[in-house]
């Protein structure tokens, strides 16, 4: 059920209710990498996260937040990813938390089977999170596959 498309992620492709589904960290930082053309289209995913941290300064790993971007879509910012780096050597430990996104990946899938939606995304955990997708795709079978949800895997074209 995973189609691999060329394109943005922020320009889902298909009819019907769709999901925008993306990795964000666990200390309120937004500013790098797919977030930045998120937010300039639907300021309200960014306004949505930064707010989160006014009240609850310490999300938790697996957490969602679901944002209605506009009619019939919406983004889902999933806590998936511990703290930031921009470097990290081979014996450190990236920010991605695979347990976290396949937490938020489940409750994804609740959300997209009830709104019978189409499930839109990056390669969520293999930038700036540093994974690897060979650890994030089975994620995705898992969560999805039972349910008969459509998920569509956007690379920018290079």
Request: hydrophobic share 40%; proline share 7%.
């Amino acid at each position: 059920m995973i189609h691999y498309v060329t394109g943005d992620a922020t320009s889902p492709i298909g009819e019907g209710n769709k999901v925008i589904t993306h990795v964000c960290n666990d200390i309120g930082a937004w500013g790098k990498g797919f977030v930045l053309p998120l937010a300039k289209k639907w300021p309200q995913a960014k306004a949505t996260y930064l707010a989160s941290f006014a009240t609850n300064p310490h999300p938790q790993l697996g957490d969602i937040q679901v944002i209605a971007a506009e009619p019939g879509l919406w983004i889902i910012n999933m806590i998936g990813q511990h703290k930031i780096t921009t470097r990290y050597s081979k014996e450190e430990i990236p920010p991605v938390r695979y347990e976290a996104i396949q937490k938020a990946l489940h409750q994804v899938a609740l959300f997209a089977t009830r709104e019978k939606a189409a499930v839109h995304m990056p390669r969520i955990g293999c930038g700036l999170a540093g994974g690897t997708w060979d650890k994030i795709e089975p994620l995705l079978h898992e969560a999805f596959d039972k349910n008969g949800i459509q998920v569509y895997v956007y690379d920018l074209p290079v």
